[in-house]
Structures are given as C-alpha cells and as structure tokens.
C-alpha cells in the first residue's frame, strides 16, 4: 500500500498513489501567524476590488482564466501524480476549468447586474452587495476542477478569495490558483496550503465572511457547527449516494454502459457517482450480464499507461472504506458478479467489483462508497417502488432514472429529492449551463452554478426611490 499524506516539520508530504514515489518538493503549510496575514490582506485588497465596476472585475478574471491554459499540460500531470486519475480524465478535468471563463463569467455578470423595478415613479433598485472575504475548501477528487466552481462566482460578486485545497493535492491548487491570481490585484486570490485544522482556522475567524466548502457531509456539519459563532455564509457542497433507476422499458444497452462508466469514472471518487442501482425485476438478470461484459472491459493500472481506463484510489484509507463495504455486503447475502485484476506492485488499486442483491439495510447501501463499485438490486417495477428506494438515504445530491417513457420519467424524477435528475443520461455532463449544483437533504445547501449560484455570494440589497431612480 502507499502511504497517505503526512505533515511533518511543517511541510506536507505526499506520494504518487499509484507507484508511491514521493513527490517533490514538499509543500509548506501555512502557519498561525502567515493566516493572520493572508486574512488581513485580503480584507485590505476587497475594498478597491469591490469598487470595481462589475465589467471590469470580469475582463480581469477572463484574463486570469487565460492566463491558466498555458499551463494545462502541467496542471494535468500534477492531478494524475497527486490523486491518481488517469491522464484522460485529468485532462478533461482541466479542459472544463479552462472553459468556464468564457460561459460561465458572461453568466455571472449578468447574475449580478443592478435590476429596475417599478416604472417612472417609485421606482426601486436592487444592486448586490458582496459579502467580503471568502474562503474557498476544495476537496482532492477534482483538484483543480472544484476550485473555480466556488472561486469564479466570489470573485465576479467582488469578494476577495482564499483558497485552501485539500493537502492530498496542494500542488494542484497551488498551480491553478497561482495561474488565475496572475491577473488580479495583489491579494485578490490567494492560496494557503494545510490539512484541515488550517480550514478550522480559516473558519473561525471573525475576518473572515463566508465558507464555501466541496467535501464529505462530515466535515460540512463540522464547518456549520463553527460558523455558527458570528452567523457566516455557507455554501456547502457536500457527498451523495445516488441512485440510479432502470424500468424494464429503457435502452438496457444505454442504461448499463451508463452505470458502469458512471460507477467507475475517477476510480468511483465523484460526488455524483452511480452509487445504488435498482432495476425493474424483469430484467435484472439480462442487465446484469450486459452489466458484467461491460465492466469486464476496463483496465485497472498506472493511470498514464495506454489502454488503461481506471487508477488507483486515492489513498489507503479510502480504499478500506471501499474494501470493508464490499466485504460487508458480501457477508450479509450480496453475490459478487465480477472483481477485475489489479496490478502488482503495492499501488492503492481497487478491483472494479460488480456486485448484485443489495439490500437497503447493508453498510453499502447507507454510506458513501467513493469506489469502483457497481451496486445493484431489483425494484417491482412501480414508480412508487423506485421513488421510494432513491429515496431512501440521508443524501440527495444527484439521481438517474432510465425509461422509454418520458412522462412516467417526468414523474418519478420530480418525486425524488436531490439537486439533478438525470432522465436517460449522466446529469454532470448533459445539464444546460443554467442548471444550478445543489444538495438536497444531508448533500449540503448554497449552490454554486446557475443564477441561483452565481448569486449566492452576494447579499441583494434594495435602493427604494419615491422617484424614478438615477440609473
Ligand atoms: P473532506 O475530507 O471533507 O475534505 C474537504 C476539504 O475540507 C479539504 O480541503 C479538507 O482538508 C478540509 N477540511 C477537513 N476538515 C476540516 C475542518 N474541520 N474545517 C475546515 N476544513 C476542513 O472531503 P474530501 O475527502 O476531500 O472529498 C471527498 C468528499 O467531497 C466526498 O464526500 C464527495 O462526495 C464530496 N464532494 C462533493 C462535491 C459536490 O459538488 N457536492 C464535489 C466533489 C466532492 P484536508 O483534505 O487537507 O484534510
């Protein structure tokens, strides 16, 4: 096995979780007394920036945005060293950080322009007031992808950003924030690296405005219970363990290739991954097959190898997780279809493992797998059977529901709770650039994309003229 992150002497120390070779250099963590600073500086940097007309505060974060693609290739090969994902993946992950400049900036502009209300006389303002400093925590399965998400839209608001990324990948965060700080004012965007008693500073202090936080519900409820103290915003986007449907009367050859992609995308690290699949009882057995030839297709190995389609997990400890969850269910009556090989050499590989008769009460079927897991069960084939089975769990973030019928699809996909229901398709990808990211139930509050997100880091505020307004 590789071993995990260690902080030692004041520098986090990380290995390769495929070959475990250490990666230099080793990063120094932010101490006490440089927080204070990097906190004081960006409350002084939020006034002027701020004042700055909207248009501008985009021009200079399109030039920020630009100024990332030149260095793409590197971002690339750092989020493969750090967290494993193979190089495909990992360039796509930077392929869509670079494009939300274009899109997503004109959007938040326009989320955050002045409104006119009222006609002639008594006419009203609302104008948008930014909140100030804002701290942005990343998690390290999209290292450089999460980032942007939460930073784009604090910034465009006119809040200054700190950005803390997860210690399993701080050269990562380093790289891209650095890039996108390149054409901002100093102390505009900054960057401070540790674990997450340095995220517990940064939440505690009374400088700070606002969290906006991607990572596991635990750490969130953690971050709320802090942030009580001086009543700071949140936007909180946290786990899932979403479901996916299949009636009998879907594409099955769609459906299956779908739950195996989206089961095994990033090694099964993705908040919205195909995490409990329920397929009507008739045809449970032909699914699973397709299921099985498909799953037998991937590759797991060194994540820069040719032919390779899925690396190593990320750590150790997750790979327990993703171990003590499959053993469980399997000892508790699951049949384990299909385990593909794993390569020699100590990597932190986990099989792709098939699994089928799941049911709600194993550990699997509760808990946020984050691992190459395809989980199956039967449901009787009534909506009101399959509503309630997606349903039952305390997350809500995303789901999938599989039909030739589009209406019955509509019905079942308004009665689940979570942010996106992916009807026929894989939400993340397929949803409109409108489409807001959000949690239901314990998969967190606060968007971040959508004009509901781009404007969650701003408070509206109401200039009320008995007049018409001078705009
Ligand atoms: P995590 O352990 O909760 O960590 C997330 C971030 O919080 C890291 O930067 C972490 O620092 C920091 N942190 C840890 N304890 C903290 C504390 N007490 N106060 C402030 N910050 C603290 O999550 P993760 O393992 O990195 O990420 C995986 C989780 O993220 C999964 O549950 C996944 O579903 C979720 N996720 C959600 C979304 C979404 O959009 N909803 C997207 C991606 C991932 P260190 O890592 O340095 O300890």
């Not at 190995?301 to 190593?312: A, D, L, Q, R, S």
Request: charged share 20%.
């Amino acid at each position: 096995m590789v071993q995990g992150v260690k902080i030692v002497d004041g520098f986090i120390l990380n290995n390769d979780p495929a070959t475990g070779d250490p990666i230099d250099p080793p990063v120094a963590v932010t101490t006490p007394s440089e927080l204070v600073d990097v906190i004081a500086k960006a409350n002084a940097a939020q006034v002027a920036w701020g004042d700055l007309p909207l248009a501008e505060r985009i021009a200079l974060l399109r030039k920020g945005a630009a100024a990332v693609e030149p260095i793409a290739q590197e971002l690339t090969e750092m989020i493969t060293k750090e967290m494993g994902k193979i190089s495909s993946e990992a360039k796509l992950e930077v392929k869509n950080a670079i494009e939300l400049k274009g899109l997503w900036l004109d959007m938040i502009q326009e989320a955050n322009e002045d409104v006119k209300l009222g006609d002639g006389e008594a006419e009203s303002v609302i104008v948008r007031d930014p909140l100030g400093v804002v701290v942005v925590i990343a998690p390290w399965n999209f290292p450089a992808g999460e980032i942007p998400l939460l930073a784009l839209p604090a910034l465009g608001a006119g809040n200054t950003v700190i950005v803390k990324p997860s210690e399993v990948a701080p050269r990562t965060g380093a790289l891209y924030v650095s890039a996108l700080a390149s054409a901002l004012p100093d102390g505009v965007l900054q960057v401070v690296q540790g674990d997450g008693s340095v995220g517990e500073q940064l939440v505690s202090s009374d400088d700070v405005h606002m969290i906006a936080m991607t990572g596991s519900s635990a750490t969130g409820k953690r971050i709320m219970e802090k942030s009580a103290k001086n009543l700071k915003r949140l936007v909180l986007e946290l786990g899932g363990k979403d479901p996916m449907v299949v009636f009998a009367d879907a594409d099955l050859d769609k459906a299956a290739e779908d739950a195996v992609a989206n089961s095994v995308f990033n090694a099964g690290q993705v908040c919205c991954a195909v995490e409990r699949i329920y397929i009507e009882k008739s045809v449970k057995a032909e699914f699973e097959q397709k299921v099985v030839d498909l799953a037998k297709k991937q590759k797991v190995g060194i994540p820069t190898e040719e032919g390779v389609t899925m690396g190593p997990m990320v750590s150790q400890m997750q790979l327990e997780i993703v171990k003590n969850q499959v053993k469980d269910s399997i000892a508790n009556g699951a049949k384990k279809l299909y385990e593909s090989d794993v390569p020699e050499g100590g990597g932190n590989f986990f099989p792709v493992t098939v699994l089928t008769d799941l049911t709600q009460d194993m550990l699997i079927q509760k808990t946020e797998t984050f691992g190459p897991v395809i989980a199956m069960s039967a449901f009787d084939g009534t909506e009101e059977d399959a509503v309630k089975l997606a349903n039952d769990t305390e997350y809500g973030l995303a789901s999938y529901v599989y039909t030739g019928d589009l209406v019955k699809a509509s019905r079942v996909a308004r009665k689940i709770k979570s942010g996106q229901v992916g009807i026929n398709c894989y939400s993340l990808i397929a949803a409109q650039p409108k489409c807001p990211w959000i949690g239901h139930k314990g998969s967190g509050f606060g968007s971040h994309s959508g004009m509901d997100g781009f404007r969650s880091f701003s408070v509206p505020k109401s200039l009320v003229y008995t007049t018409s307004a001078p705009l």
